[in-house]
């Protein structure tokens, strides 16, 4: 016996699903290739069947006169449209006979659409199923009956002629056409062409194959239409409030709502066709799937527009480091959510999630070791974001290298070098290493020493010193608390004086000019007090062995160089 679970289902719950045509009719129809391993395929397609007997039924060869052999003919002819003779497998009464035809008709479909039998199910035994201990009946299945228990199809064994075969018991004959009624269209079926009503692939009927494919241009305009006209309305609405972030969450969603919206249509249009439980049951979790599709799609749009608001919003401004942890965590949250869909979805394809996550929580190790530069390039992401080291524009030194940082992303951060090239470097590595941003200074260091000759008097010094003290004070982009030049020390040539002050810029372009313009004053102050810069200079005294020459009283002769 067989039992199928969508017989005892009236009807299939609404479905709120839809969106493009091309994408429902890409997901609607290879859906038949997907692996069926939900519970609900499992009681429909792969449901258990009694042993017909102790003896394998499988290596058997069924008798001529077994249920098997009389279902394979019942259901050849019923296939090849002799229902006369597909009759003749029916337990009629008197009263039956001129409607032998259209019942074996009947008869075929519900048990295509509703048991899907497979042949190799039933006995192949003369006697049928002897474990129950009854050899005149034999019961193949149940489909839900008039009151809504589970009524029996069975099978008996008869005399005909003096030769013993099995027919449809006159119980089961008798409530065909209560069953063919709750098909959902008997009226169609009765009038449809035997060419129509032949099966095709998936035993899936002609006309229900035409169905689907008319289906698909209808769905696609009531979804257009009706999205259209919703977003008319809603439109109009918005149109009216002071912001725009509601104009670009309708547009936003059209996509999404024209999927969503999609479901109300076709679910009571494919209702119509009836299709078999096994077609039935994967339309049914492909519109799941898509329901949880169109609901994933929306948040990942609205994900996307909070973070444009998010970073273009006047309050961020002030906060540059929400410009650069706005959209990493953005890019995370929606990957997070990818992953969780994928979850999702697949779960309503028959894939059991919870055997998936645990196999990933074993393979996950290995996983994690393979990819642990991956997890800790992801999390030094986090640890960047979060200490504000730097962001988009600024100029920083890592380690030997300098650059403008371009980008800043879940793996790696991009860095325009001065050369104008483009250096990444993994975030898990920039975590690590000493990071000097240039961008969060607010002002600039200038320091320089000046070498003076030995030959200028202590109040000359003193003097330029005064004067250049004076200058640097004087100049307005010169931060006045800390201006200071002062004598360091003596060189080798020279008497050094330094000079450190702070130039209240952070625009480097700016700095130069300052400097450039700053040391040509310098330059004046030592020349206008006499004085200047000295250079290199080392003496050199050549001593002679023995006495010294006689030059006529000369002295020695000094060279400096």
Known sequence: MRINVRAFVPARAPMLVWGRALFFAVSLLPVGLLPAQSALLQASLLAPRPAAAATDQTVVTA???????????????????????????????????????SLARRLKLVLDQRLELESSTLSPLSYGDT???????????VIAGPTGLPEA?????INDGGLARWVFSGTTVGTIDFWFGELGVPWLRD???????????????????????????????????????????????VARTATNWDDRLLLKLRGPFRLWVGAVAATPLLGVLDLNSRVGDL????????VLLALFWAILRIIRLMQDRLVTASWSEGETH??????????????????????????????????????????????????QKTVEHLFGSISLAADRAFRVGDFVRVGTL????????????????????????????????????????????????LGVTYDTPPETLTLIRNEIEGHLRAQEKIWPDQVQVHIIGFGDSAINLRVSVWLQTVDYAEFLDIRHRVLLQFMEIVARHGSSFAYPTRTVHHIMDGPPPVTGGASPTITPS
Do not use: C
């Open 131 to 141: 474990l129950d201990g009854d050899f005149e009946h034999d019961r193949i299945g």
């Open 191 to 237: 009038r449809l062409s035997p060419t129509l009503m032949r099966e095709g692939p998936m035993r899936v009927l002609l006309y229900q194959w035409i169905g689907l494919a008319l289906a698909l241009p209808v769905l696609y305009l009531v979804s257009w239409v009706t999205s259209w006209l919703v977003r008319s309305v809603l439109g109009r609405i």
């Open 402 to 449: 300098e650059g403008t940082v371009e980008r800043i992303g879940l793996r790696s951060t991009s860095f325009r070098t001065q050369d104008r090239t483009i250096v990444r470097v993994p975030n898990g590595r920039l975590a690590e290493e000493r990071i000097e941003t240039f961008g969060a200074r607010d002002r600039i260091f200038f320091r320089v020493d």
């Open 322 to 371: 929400a410009r650069t942890l706005v959209p990493l965590l953005s890019n995370i949250l929606r990957v997070t959510l990818g992953i969780l869909a994928l979850l999702v979805v697949l779960s309503q394809f028959g894939y059991q999630v919870t055997s998936l996550l645990a196999g990933l929580g074993i393979g996950g190790i290995a996983v994690a070791l393979a990819g």
């Open 63 to 101: 008798s001529a006169d077994s249920p098997r052999a009389s279902y394979d003919n019942f259901a050849r002819l019923g296939k090849a449209g002799e229902w006369e003779k597909a009759a003749q497998y029916l337990a009629l009464t008197p009263e039956q006979l001129e409607r032998g035809a």
């Open 283 to 290: 339309l049914d979790a492909t519109a799941r799937g898509l």
């Open 153 to 157: 199809v069975t099978m008996r064994r």
